[in-house]
């Protein structure tokens, strides 16, 4: 199942855009009694021009409107589990990676 992936520049990440989504993603969270496998995960790009936040494919049908408004796109699962922070949800929704 595929991933989403928002992209937000360095600039975006360093005013709050993550805080203003994990907010969002919380609101949706805990209207639908926090389904299993839906969480938010980020890292930086390799590059370290962008901070990548990863929507699990439980997300999408709850969080569909945001992941449209943030021109979210479709992904293989990130491969590196390792460098994934936490965001917030289903905590071991990362579990379903494949690696």
Known sequence: MAWHCI???RQEYASGEVDILRGA???AYLSRNGPPGMALFGCWSEDGL???VYATPATERYFRPIL???SATQESPPRNRQALEYI???EKG???LVC
């Open 88 to 90: 917030c949800g289903d």
């Open 50 to 52: 962008a901070y990548l």
């Open 68 to 70: 449209e408004a943030y």
């Open 7 to 9: 992209h937000l520049t």
């Open 25 to 27: 993603f919380r609101a």
């Open 94 to 96: 990362g579990d379903v």
